[in-house]
């Protein structure tokens, strides 16, 4: 006798979860796979590369699973912040059956409808998002570094903007010697760099 089909997960759900020993195993392996480049962009700063991970099907499920674990069914779409962040959501949004929202910067959409300037090491930029979210949307920012938190305090400035409401926010790494989480609030990271 065939079996009742199982029914379909809610919208920012996921899968059940593997094993807490074999998912620690699993990010160990995915955090060793980030790379190092000394003294780039400049001179001084040692630059994290998250490419190999992305190329890595395991490891890319491990991280974008793990990204969401706390946030599980809290979350209607998921805002990629470029343009790391919006490898991640994709991958999120398609595996969790919720829309993607991309935080673009300045520049880059035709119709911005909301628009935010930020302070930077060095400066300032502006993001912008388009005018697409529903009102009231919970949404869950998603990028791939955590360094100054002046980005993330930005997407969440623009989903409120949009009239969204923001389910939280999460990161591959945290950069913590730069104090992000001061600007950027409460944060999700994966893996934490001292330096």
């Known amino acids: 006798m065939p079996s009742a089909p199982s029914p379909s997960p809610a919208p920012g759900s996921r899968e059940p979860a593997r094993h807490d020993a074999e998912l620690t195993d699993s990010l160990a392996r995915a955090e060793a796979l980030i790379t190092l480049t000394p003294d780039y962009p400049e ?3 040692l630059f994290r590369d998250i490419s190999a991970l992305l190329v890595d099907a395991e490891a890319l499920r491990t991280v974008t699973e793990a990204l ?43 119709n911005p409808a909301a628009s935010v300037e930020y302070h930077l090491e060095y400066g300032s930029a502006v993001i912008e998002a388009p005018g697409v979210l529903e009102p009231g949307a919970r949404v869950l920012l998603v990028d791939d570094v955590l ?12 989903v409120a903007a949009l009239g969204g409401e923001v389910a939280g926010a999460a990161v591959v790494l945290e950069l913590e010697a730069l104090g992000g989480r001061r600007t950027a609030g409460d944060v999700h ?3 934490h760099a001292a330096d």
């Open 43 to 45: 001179p001084g700063v």
């Open 68 to 110: 969401i674990a706390p946030f599980a069914g809290t979350f209607d779409v998921v805002a990629g912040i470029e343009a790391r962040g919006f490898l991640l959501a994709g991958t999120i949004a398609a595996t969790s059956g919720v829309g993607m929202l991309p935080i673009r910067k300045a520049g880059k959409l035709p």
């Open 189 to 191: 990271a994966l893996f």
């Open 147 to 158: 360094a100054t938190g002046g980005t993330l305090a930005a997407s969440r400035q623009i």
